[in-house]
Nanobody
């Protein structure tokens, strides 16, 4: 059974930083492209970052230049470093493969105050 567990969210002021982690179990992690997704209140879930199995990252325009993504295949963990956070980044953040193939975890709430 695949489990995805996100952590690291919290409340931060605009301009601040947070680092999210996603630990995956029950999946051959290293061969999958992993994605970070977010869902803001009243909006659809959107993909904000992808990291390929070889570690190459891609970002949505809305976060490009502010977010970075990395992975540690030995730990089955993917990270999202979020800098220069804006109130518009407020959302629940999730990880999954890209495309999303598994049940969603509980997510990690990020709240950015102005």
């Amino acid at each position: 059974q695949v489990q995805l567990v996100e952590s690291g969210g919290g409340l931060v002021q605009a301009g601040g930083s947070l680092r999210l982690s996603c630990a995956a179990s029950g999946v051959i992690f290293s061969i999958n492209a992993m994605g970070w997704y977010r869902q803001a209140p009243g909006k659809q879930r959107e993909l904000v970052a992808t990291i390929t199995s070889s570690g190459r990252p891609y970002f949505a325009d809305s976060v490009k230049g502010r977010f970075t993504c990395s992975r540690d295949n030995a730990k089955n963990t993917v990270y999202l470093q979020m800098n220069s956070l804006k109130p518009d980044d407020t959302a629940v953040y999730y990880c999954n493969t890209n495309p999303a193939s598994f049940a969603w975890g509980q997510g990690s709430l990020v709240t950015v105050s102005s």
